[in-house]
C-alpha cells in the first residue's frame, strides 16, 4: 500500500519524450540550500545507470518565488513547492534559462500548467532537433512567455543576468543565461560550472542501484553494497560523464560480455540482467584526480562542454568568467547538476581563471581523448562550425 502511493508520489509519465532513467519513476529530493532565500529540487537523469543530479532551483524574489530550470512536475515535487508557496508567496516566474538544454525544455510546458499566473522567461534561440519546431508546439504558449533580454529582465531588483553564449552548436545554438541571486549572494548556472565531490550525492540513498551497477568488474558480479562499494561506483559514474569513453575503459567482446550474463541471482531488469559491457583497466582510479574534489567539490567547467561545445570559443567562457569578476559579493555557486551548494567568492573564481588560463584547453589526450575524437569527426562532417562565434559577431 505505502509502495503503491509512492510510487504515484513520483510518478513521471511523460518520460518517453526524453527516455533517461530513471524513466517513469523520478524521486525527488528537497533541500533548503540558503535559509527563506535558495531551495532545490534533485532528481537523476542517466542513461545505462550513468545517472547524475539533475536541479530545479527555486529563489526567493519580491512577492514570491522563481523557479530556475523546470524539471518534471511530479506529485511529490508539487507538494513541497506548494508548501513552499504558502511559507513565501507564489510562483511569480518560470525561468528555462537555456537554449539547447532538452532536460530543462521537454519539463517546462508540463510544469507552467500548475502555475498558470507565473510568467515564463527563456532563453534566446531556442531549437529543437531533428525538426525545429515552433514553441507553440511544444507547449509553450506565446502570450504567457517572454525571451530574455529581448523581452527585458525579470525581478531586476534582486536578480543580475549574465549570458555566456550565444555560440553555433551546428543544429542550434549553445546560449545559457546564469543568474546572480543578489538576496542569497548565490550564481545560479545550468551547465556553465560544475562541482563533483568524491563522494556519492544523497539522491542515491533512496537507490544505489547504479552505483552498485558500475562498481562491478564484470556483469555476473552481484551488486553488493558499502560506502566504499558507493564511492567507486560514483567515480566511474562521473568518468563517464564527463568524458564518455575514459581512457582507463575497455569495451569487451560481445562473446565475454555474453558469457558473463544472465546468470540466475542477476537475470533481472534492476541488473540489466547481467549485461555488463565495460572493462576498466588498472590506474582507473588515478584518472579521477582531475575532475573529483576530495575535501570539498572540484569546480569546473564540465569536460563534455570543454571539449565539444567550446573548443574553438575558449574566449566566449573566458568573456563570462571576466563578467563574473565584476560580482564582488558573490560567496556561493549553485549549479543544475552534480553538487547543489559550494563555496564561490572571487578568491575561487580567481584560481579556477587562472587554471584555466594556465593548462591547455580542450586537449585530445589521456582521458579526452574520445571527445577529441568525436569533435574532429563532427567538425569533419560539418555537423558543428569551425568558427563558432561568427554567426553572432557584429
Ligand atoms: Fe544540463
Same mark, same amino acid.
Given at each position: 500500500?505505502?509502495?503503491?502511493?509512492?510510487?504515484?508520489?513520483?510518478?513521471?509519465?511523460?518520460?518517453?519524450?526524453?527516455?533517461?532513467?530513471?524513466?517513469?519513476?523520478?524521486?525527488?529530493?528537497?533541500?533548503?540550500?540558503?535559509?527563506?532565500?535558495?531551495?532545490?529540487?534533485?532528481?537523476?537523469?542517466?542513461?545505462?545507470?550513468?545517472?547524475?543530479?539533475?536541479?530545479?532551483?527555486?529563489?526567493?524574489?519580491?512577492?514570491?518565488?522563481?523557479?530556475?530550470?523546470?524539471?518534471?512536475?511530479?506529485?511529490?515535487?508539487?507538494?513541497?513547492?506548494?508548501? !513552499? &508557496?504558502?511559507?513565501?508567496? =507564489?510562483?511569480?516566474?518560470?525561468?528555462?534559462?537555456? %537554449?539547447? #538544454? @532538452?532536460? /530543462? +525544455?521537454?519539463?517546462?510546458?508540463?510544469?507552467?500548467?500548475?502555475?498558470?499566473?507565473?510568467?515564463?522567461?527563456?532563453?534566446?534561440?531556442?531549437?529543437?532537433?531533428?525538426?525545429?519546431?515552433? !514553441? &507553440?508546439?511544444?507547449?509553450? =504558449?506565446?502570450?504567457?512567455?517572454?525571451?530574455?533580454? %529581448?523581452? #527585458? @529582465?525579470? /525581478? +531586476?531588483?534582486?536578480?543580475?543576468?549574465?549570458?555566456?553564449?550565444?555560440?553555433?552548436?551546428?543544429?542550434?545554438?549553445?546560449?545559457?543565461?546564469?543568474?546572480?541571486?543578489?538576496?542569497?549572494?548565490?550564481?545560479?548556472?545550468?551547465?556553465?560550472?560544475?562541482?563533483?565531490?568524491?563522494?556519492?550525492?544523497?539522491?542515491?540513498?533512496?537507490?544505489?542501484?547504479?552505483?552498485?551497477?558500475?562498481?562491478?568488474?564484470?556483469?555476473?558480479?552481484?551488486?553488493?553494497?558499502?560506502?566504499?562499494?558507493?564511492?567507486?561506483?560514483?567515480?566511474?559514474?562521473?568518468?563517464?560523464?564527463?568524458?564518455?569513453?575514459?581512457?582507463?575503459?575497455?569495451?569487451?567482446?560481445?562473446?565475454?560480455?555474453?558469457?558473463?550474463?544472465?546468470?540466475?541471482?542477476?537475470?533481472?531488469?534492476?541488473?540489466?540482467?547481467?549485461?555488463?559491457?565495460?572493462?576498466?583497466?588498472?590506474?582507473?582510479?588515478?584518472?579521477?584526480?582531475?575532475?573529483?574534489?576530495?575535501?570539498?567539490?572540484?569546480?569546473?567547467?564540465?569536460?563534455?562542454?570543454?571539449?565539444?561545445?567550446?573548443?574553438?570559443?575558449?574566449?566566449?567562457?573566458?568573456?563570462?568568467?571576466?563578467?563574473?569578476?565584476?560580482?564582488?559579493?558573490?560567496?556561493?555557486?549553485?549549479?543544475?547538476?552534480?553538487?547543489?551548494?559550494?563555496?564561490?567568492?572571487?578568491?575561487?573564481?580567481?584560481?579556477?581563471?587562472?587554471?584555466?588560463?594556465?593548462?591547455?584547453?580542450?586537449?585530445?589526450?589521456?582521458?579526452?581523448?574520445?571527445?577529441?575524437?568525436?569533435?574532429?569527426?563532427?567538425?569533419?562532417?560539418?555537423?558543428?562550425?569551425?568558427?563558432?562565434?561568427?554567426?553572432?559577431?557584429?
Amino acid at each position: 500500500m505505502i509502495l503503491k502511493a509512492l510510487k504515484k508520489q513520483i510518478k513521471w509519465p511523460w518520460w518517453p519524450l526524453l527516455p533517461l532513467y530513471p524513466y517513469g519513476q523520478r524521486k525527488t529530493i528537497f533541500k533548503e540550500l540558503i535559509p527563506n532565500k535558495v531551495w532545490c529540487f534533485d532528481q537523476l537523469q542517466g542513461t545505462y545507470y550513468v545517472a547524475i543530479p539533475i536541479r530545479l532551483i527555486v529563489a526567493k524574489v519580491n512577492g514570491g518565488l522563481m523557479l530556475f530550470n523546470p524539471l518534471p512536475p511530479t506529485e511529490e515535487l508539487l507538494n513541497s513547492l506548494k508548501r !513552499l &508557496e504558502d511559507l513565501h508567496g =507564489p510562483v511569480k516566474s518560470i525561468v528555462l534559462p537555456t %537554449a539547447s #538544454g @532538452l532536460e /530543462h +525544455k521537454i519539463p517546462l510546458p508540463f510544469l507552467l500548467r500548475f502555475f498558470p499566473d507565473a510568467k515564463i522567461w527563456i532563453c534566446p534561440g531556442q531549437w529543437s532537433f531533428p525538426l525545429n519546431l515552433p !514553441l &507553440e508546439w511544444i507547449g509553450i =504558449p506565446k502570450n504567457r512567455t517572454n525571451i530574455l533580454f %529581448a523581452d #527585458g @529582465l525579470p /525581478h +531586476k531588483e534582486c536578480c543580475d543576468w549574465i549570458t555566456l553564449g550565444p555560440l553555433d552548436i551546428g543544429p542550434g545554438r549553445f546560449q545559457e543565461i546564469s543568474c546572480f541571486h543578489k538576496l542569497s549572494n548565490s550564481l545560479l548556472v545550468t551547465d556553465a560550472l560544475v562541482a563533483i565531490a568524491s563522494s556519492p550525492p544523497e539522491i542515491f540513498d533512496f537507490d544505489p542501484t547504479p552505483l552498485l551497477f558500475h562498481a562491478r568488474d564484470r556483469g555476473d558480479m552481484p551488486l553488493e553494497d558499502s560506502d566504499d562499494i558507493r564511492r567507486k561506483g560514483w567515480s566511474r559514474i562521473v568518468l563517464f560523464a564527463s568524458f564518455l569513453r575514459p581512457k582507463y575503459l575497455d569495451i569487451p567482446s560481445l562473446s565475454y560480455v555474453l558469457k558473463n550474463a544472465f546468470k540466475r541471482d542477476l537475470f533481472k531488469p534492476k541488473a540489466h540482467f547481467g549485461l555488463y559491457p565495460f572493462d576498466w583497466k588498472d590506474g582507473w582510479e588515478t584518472s579521477t584526480k582531475e575532475i573529483l574534489g576530495e575535501k570539498k567539490p572540484k569546480i569546473q567547467i564540465a569536460p563534455v562542454i570543454e571539449r565539444l561545445v567550446f573548443p574553438r570559443a575558449k574566449i566566449a567562457f573566458s568573456d563570462w568568467l571576466n563578467e563574473l569578476k565584476k560580482i564582488k559579493t558573490m560567496k556561493w555557486l549553485i549549479s543544475s547538476h552534480y553538487s547543489s551548494l559550494v563555496v564561490f567568492s572571487q578568491k575561487d573564481l580567481n584560481i579556477l581563471i587562472r587554471d584555466i588560463k594556465s593548462r591547455k584547453w580542450a586537449i585530445d589526450s589521456e582521458n579526452w581523448g574520445f571527445l577529441g575524437w568525436l569533435d574532429k569527426k563532427l567538425l569533419k562532417l560539418r555537423v558543428v562550425p569551425k568558427d563558432p562565434l561568427r554567426k553572432f559577431r557584429d
